[in-house]
């Protein structure tokens, strides 16, 4: 290591975000992408099933929902750092490098909640109970990827001596901090609030009976709020001023929203009905006025489905 300070104690860098496995290459950032995934669908799954809701449901949903997401969240971080991939020099095919970082939950909530609200319209099941279920996974899910960035050696903050400062290797560092070692992990903070944020929102659906979309407005309000406190100390070279201004003004707009919607729909409770009201089905293969699930099958609510989302959820994790 070249001559740098670096403290006593601290978070070792990975000797490499990349590892080859055979014909296979496993990306360490796109790994805790994935995990993260895990996460939010085990959470989620296990939530609306409580709920009384049709067991893996949730897995099927995600066919639908991760990809949209992902490419959602891949659109928005090319949007906001488009200087990265396009103009003079610049190598438009790295859109394409997902492992290398660049993933933003705001395009990814945009792109997942259309996903999930066509699934859900298409199989005459209501979304609220699903965002339920899956808003505090969605920020546990969030804060384990934020790991990633250990891997891609990114979202860092200043030079810091304390043990948890994380080692960054040199062809990493920003322009001017080469004499540096380890930096303040912003990553680690964003993880921790986001894991705060997912168990507070448990809390707050079973004492408040939350509906989904509520759920949701405070998942996205909290994302806001960690983005806007960490962000302004990401430690960037002066190209990088401008992207950082732009997903801080997203980030305003993004909590302001939220905020306002759930103040504007505060008189709406849960727990809110499985499926969609009769009078509202979209030409449904079957009666409107029953569940009609073949005897046996699980996978569908069970035709006592006026038990509705949040009586057995609200005291689950």
Request: aromatic share 10%.
């Amino acid at each position: 290591m070249p001559a740098a300070y670096v403290p006593l104690a601290y978070l070792p860098g990975p000797v490499s975000g990349v590892w080859h496995l055979g014909p296979a290459t496993v990306h360490g950032y796109a790994l805790c992408v994935v995990l993260g995934v895990l996460a939010l669908l085990w959470l989620a799954e296990r939530r609306y099933r409580a709920a009384g809701g049709g067991r893996w449901a949730i897995v099927d949903l995600a066919t639908v929902v991760v990809p949209a997401a992902l490419v959602g969240a891949r659109i928005y971080r090319i949007a906001v750092d488009y200087q990265r991939y396009f103009g003079q020099g610049r190598d438009w095919v790295g859109i394409f490098r997902v492992w290398d970082g660049g993933l933003g939950l705001p395009g990814a909530a945009i792109a997942g909640v259309v996903a999930a609200w066509l699934w859900c319209r298409y199989h005459d099941l209501e979304i609220g109970p699903v965002l339920v279920a899956a808003a505090p996974g969605v920020a546990i899910g969030a804060a384990i990827s934020f790991f990633g960035n250990l891997f891609a050696q990114s979202l860092y903050g200043s030079p810091s001596g304390v043990f948890w400062a994380v080692q960054i290797a040199p062809a990493n560092r920003v322009a001017g901090y080469q004499d540096f070692g380890t930096f303040q992990p912003l990553f680690l903070y964003e993880a921790i609030w986001n894991v705060a944020v997912g168990l507070v929102l448990i809390r707050m659906i079973a004492r408040l009976n939350l509906t989904g979309d509520r759920a949701l407005a405070i998942c996205i309000a909290g994302y806001a709020v960690g983005l806007l406190a960490v962000e302004p100390f990401v430690l960037t070279g002066p190209q990088h001023h401008a992207v950082v201004l732009i997903k801080e003004l997203v980030a305003v707009a993004v909590l302001a929203g939220a905020i306002a919607y759930f103040f504007a729909t505060r008189a709406r409770i849960g727990p809110e009905p499985l499926l969609v009201a009769p009078g509202r089905r979209r030409g449904s293969r079957q009666p409107a006025n029953s569940a009609a699930v073949p005897a046996g099958d699980d996978s569908q609510p069970s035709p006592n489905a006026s038990r509705t989302a949040g009586e057995a959820a609200r005291h689950q994790p």
